[in-house]
Every structure is written in C-alpha cells, then in structure tokens.
C-alpha cells in the first residue's frame, strides 16, 4: 500500500460545479496535510493546509480531515476554467526520519470545461 | 517578501559539465529542500536543511552535491550527471523543520528545468 494516495484521474467537472478531490494515507501518527494545485509547466503552489479534524474553509476551497478514517479530502465550489490544474495532496509524518518530510501522493489531473 | 526564488531556469549540460542550481529566499525560513520532479510524477525529496545544517540526504548519487551558505541561500552542485538526471528541480522552504502545523508549510520555487545531454 502507498503511504498517500489519491483517487485516480483525471477527473473532469463543468465549470460551476464542486470539484472533489480524495487522499488517503497510511501513516496514522501523521501530522500535518496539505493540498498544492501544480500547474502544467509550473512549481506546486500550496493552497490549503489542515491540521486538526473538520473542514477548513479559504474562500471557493474547503479542506476537510478525518484522521480516524485515514482520510483528506479538498472541495472546489463554483469550479472554474483557471482550476484546472495537478492537485497533489502531501503529507508530515510523524517523527523519526519523517520528521519535517512531506511525502506526496501521485497527484489527480483535474479539467474544469466551460 | 514571499517568493522562493531560483536560477537559472533552464540549464542544458553535457556529461562531463559542472554546473550549479542556486536557490534564495528572504522569508527568515530556517528549512530548506531540494526536490526533483519529472513528467507526470509528484516531487521527490532530495535533501533537507535545517539551521543551514544537512538534515536529510534521500540516499541520493553523490554527483549530486548540496550545499548551504548562509540562511538565506541553498546552491545544488551538479557534476558528472546522466542523461536520466533531466527532470525540473524545486527549491522549497519552511519556516523550521518540524513534524507538524504551520510552520512546516512549504513554499516552492519556480524550479530550474534541468537537461542533461
């Protein structure tokens, strides 16, 4: 099993509609989640962190996190054209030599069509 | 100032080059990592600095040679590369290397797009 991952793309929504994205992981003494939009081309660009159970809210963006279930999740409402983009949700680990370490799933390809 | 910033962006090198990625950023961060990423993959971890000492070496082939100044700034020497060593290479940072919460945010360069010839 991988330490992160995330559901299979490419994913392809209309634009205005909510885009969702899932990521699970192994690792249950993880501590820190973060989801980072990647653009083709482009370096990742970090737009959601969550670190305690619940959703967390940044305008059109909501992160949600269940750490019982292992479980990440970033809702995209009202989805637009300029979405479209690599979503890679990462991951801290607990300690030892994940200390600090973000590990990365293998990223889902999201298409937002006018 | 937010910005990671890297150069070159583009570096094209033979075999037998030596050459340097370099990598700045002025937010006071105290962690810094160098990353390679290739087509359709996620990024991979290479190194971490932390207090401008090496933290983390991913068991990555010695003619890859990282190096850290001053807090501020982050080189990659490169020498002796493969042509399978082409992929863009991130700089990113932290505010200090930690197991978890805000300050372990990171925030990525541009990269420079690496080919090796």
Known sequence: QKEVEQN????????????SLNCT?????????????Q??????????????????????????LNKASQYVSLLIRDSQPSDSATYLCAITGA???SYGKLTFGQGTILTVHP | DTEVTQTPKHLVMGM???????????????????????????PELMF????????INESVPSRFSPECPNSSLLNLHLHALQPEDSALYLCASSPVRTSGGKNNEQFFGPGTRLTVL
């Not at chain 1, 299979?8 to 885009?19: D, F, K, R, T």
């Not at chain 2, 002025?26 to 810094?32: E, V």
């Open chain 1, 8 to 19: 299979s793309g490419p994913l392809s929504v209309p634009e205005g509609a909510i885009a």
């Open chain 1, 25 to 37: 992981y192994s690792d249950r003494g993880s501590q820190s989640f973060f989801w980072y939009r």
């Open chain 1, 39 to 64: 653009y083709s081309g482009k370096s990742p660009e970090l737009i959601m962190s969550i670190y305690s159970n619940g959703d967390k809210e940044d305008g059109r963006f909501t992160a949600q």
């Open chain 1, 95 to 97: 300690g030892g030599t």
């Open chain 2, 16 to 42: 037998t080059n030596k050459k340097s990625l370099k990598c700045e950023q002025h937010m006071g961060h105290r962690a810094m990592y160098w990353y390679k990423q290739k087509a359709k993959k996620p």
């Open chain 2, 48 to 55: 971490v600095y932390s207090y401008e000492k090496l933290s």
